[in-house]
């Protein structure tokens, strides 16, 4: 029962069920799995139990415990017995009686709405045809008893001896009936497997696509405590909606919760043999597994800084499931956020993330199965966006992981209801997705209708997100160039001031030409590189101090001249790192940018938030704390509190 909990299994088929043994009520000895049944929420099907334990104080027992026992009527009308095992009846009658694996699934589903950890056992009769008769097991139990006695034969002795005295006085028969119900239970615990699943599928059809088509109101309920609303969508039919209790929070963070594998490589110690790991073969490897996906990342850095935040993201019923949310549980995390059913595909499974690094713990290869992310669009109205009248958040950081049509419905439901967006791009494929777009209608808006204030790629991120947008034609736009003619960028070419602020190298690769030409769409833009620091690139709006600032004015790439109210120049900054971190010293670079991006959000929700400028230092810090822990968010950033 205990292992079948873990992985994520909710019906279990056995033979029989232990119980109180005979004089139990003086010598306390009770079988171990009636215990287990009364903390443990397990469908549990077997045929009742051997028939020389004391039934009647079983059945006491269970109920104390607070376990439900029903008994399979199997064709028979009224109330039926308690089965004994090798016998249909018992003498001691069901507590209920049910008549299928339907009910049986009904049941069990319904127990999973109540706050319970207890199971249900289902007691399923041996086929009648294979069934001993009650006055013959009697006797021959009584037999087998008083020989044990005799014997000398007590505690965890006394039932494999009475078991091999009833094989003796059967002639065997006794064996055979035992094969025949343990069969008879897997198909019942099968069926009713079967039947839970499609319940539980109907449940999750209905709760995220419900609709009347007869106009009339329905009430959907999630949860015990959660009363559903109601939405008319544009073919005026119902919409459900969660409502849900009100929850205020700094930051509401949409992005994977995955279980990370790093793979760190170990060289041989052969000067022959290079620092990557060999292609085509086994490499010998330090290999650790750790919470991750980059949404669990930025929300464990927000939480070491004491921003509220909810965690909104999807896991499938497994045991990858169910590791994630019990480590967020003891992180102190929300779990209220967490879509616990999976994506629509039966197939999905919770994410993971595999990092291959060289020996001086630098990615060469990863791989990432976020697929539970990819099928959330009919999620999202029902499940996610009640979360923004309930929190009233004051960013949304969401990340690329989802499919392109539920990230659009993120940005656009953050925009309705006035709450600033920051953007993790997670790769270079998958950083393009926020530039899809079904018609040019639905493409991104410059400012001052931008969907995202704030960006932290890295250069290959910057690249294709620059890439994507031509693609779109977003360079072709009047808005756009509305946004960069009023930007008061030098119409003879910027190359020596872009290299002055910047260095030759960045621009010969293009880094700012390409973070300048991104700006009409996301006004501010953070482009971590590693060991040559952080690139800051933003538009400056009028009155910003820094267009009048000494200090700020060798960064101050333009000003705008013509008078606009939206952009008043733009400001361009290479931060160094913070630290120079020897290979001796990294320990993974995993959830390194995303430590970067909590910890500005962290600094950008305070009361009074710190200036964008000091926070990238601060920040850097933190992803160098990161860079040298075994943890995906290193928790040694709780130092950063009193500097935010």
């Known amino acids: 029962m205990v292992l079948a909990h873990l992985a994520g299994i909710k019906v279990f088929a056995t033979g029989g069920l232990g119980g109180v043994h005979s004089g139990g009520e003086s010598s306390m000895d009770i079988s171990a799995d009636l215990t287990e049944l009364g903390r443990t929420r397990m469908a549990v099907v077997s045929s009742g139990c051997k028939s020389f334990l004391d039934i009647p104080r079983t059945l006491e027992y269970l109920e104390t415990q607070g376990v439900c026992v029903a ?229 464990t ?30 992180r102190g995390l929300q779990t209220t956020g967490i879509n616990k059913s999976g994506s629509g595909s039966h197939k999905s499974h919770t994410a993971q993330y595999v990092a291959i690094n060289d020996a001086q713990k630098h990615m060469v290869l990863a791989m990432a199965d976020m697929n539970i992310l990819e099928d959330t669009s009919a999620d999202f109205d029902f499940f996610w966006k009640p979360h923004f009248d309930a929190c009233k958040p004051k960013w949304l950081v969401v990340d690329a992981n989802w499919h392109s ?55 290959l991120e910057l690249s294709s997100m620059h890439d994507a947008a031509s693609d779109a034609g977003l360079f072709d736009r009047e808005d756009w160039w509305r946004a960069i003619d009023s930007m008061g960028l030098s119409s003879s070419g910027s190359r020596d001031k872009l290299v002055a602020v910047t260095n030759s190298l960045l621009v010969d690769q293009g880094v700012p030409q390409q973070s300048i030409r991104l700006l009409p769409f996301i006004p501010c833009i953070l482009t971590t590189m590693g060991h040559e620091g952080v690139l800051m690139t933003q538009i400056l709006r009028p009155g910003d101090d820094r267009l009048t600032s000494p200090d700020a004015a060798p960064y101050v790439l333009s000003r705008s001249t013509d008078g606009n109210n939206i952009v008043g120049g733009v400001y361009m900054r290479l931060f160094p790192p913070v630290e120079t971190v020897s290979n001796d010293e990294i320990v993974s670079v995993n959830g390194v940018g995303d430590t970067f991006l909590g910890v500005l959000i962290a600094g950008l929700t305070k009361e009074k938030p710190r200036n964008l400028v000091d926070l990238v230092d601060i920040a850097q810090r933190g992803s160098v704390m990161t860079l040298k822990s075994r943890e995906a968010v290193s928790p040694q950033i709780l130092t950063l509190r009193n500097s935010l």
């Open 71 to 299: 008994t399979f009527a199997d064709g028979r009308d009224g109330e039926v017995d308690f089965p004994a095992f090798w016998t249909r009846d018992s003498g001691s009658r069901s507590p209920l009686t049910i008549e299928n694996e339907n009910e049986a699934a009904a049941m069990t589903y319904a127990q999973q709405e109540f706050p319970l950890t207890s199971g249900l056992l289902f007691a399923n009769p041996i086929p009648a045809e294979y069934s001993i008769a009650k006055n013959m097991m009697d006797t021959i139990i009584t037999r087998a008893l008083r020989d044990a006695q005799e014997s000398g034969s007590m505690g965890s002795e006394n039932t494999p001896f009475v078991l091999k005295q009833i094989r003796e006085l059967t002639n065997g028969e006794s064996v055979t009936a035992n094969r025949a119900l343990v069969e008879a239970n897997v198909a019942r615990g099968t069926k009713l497997a079967v039947h839970l699943s499609n319940l539980e599928q109907r449940r999750q059809d209905w709760t995220t696509k419900a609709s009347v088509n007869d106009g009339r109101a329905r009430r959907l309920t999630d949860a015990p405590a959660a009363e559903a609303g109601r939405t008319l969508n544009s073919s005026s039919n119902l919409v459900c909606t969660a409502v849900l209790p009100p929850s205020k929070v700094d930051v509401i963070v949409a992005g994977s919760l995955a279980i990370d594998l790093s793979c760190d490589y170990i060289r041989p110690p052969t000067e022959s043999l290079s620092s990557q790991p060999q292609l085509h073969t086994s490499n010998p490897a330090s290999i650790t597994q750790t919470l991750g996906g980059v949404g669990q990342n930025v929300a």
């Open 405 to 459: 049509e539920t990230l659009r419905k993120w940005l656009d439901t953050a925009q309705a209801s006035g709450v600033k967006v920051a953007y993790e791009p997670v790769s270079a494929a998958k950083s393009r997705r926020m530039f899809a777009a079904k018609s040019e209608r639905d493409s991104l808006a410059a400012v001052p209708n931008h969907l995202i204030s704030l960006a932290t790629p890295n250069a």
């Open 301 to 330: 850095a927000l939480h070491y800084l004491n921003s509220s935040i909810r965690l909104c993201s999807s896991v499938a019923d497994d045991v990858a499931g169910s590791t994630a949310l019990n480590l967020l549980a003891e």
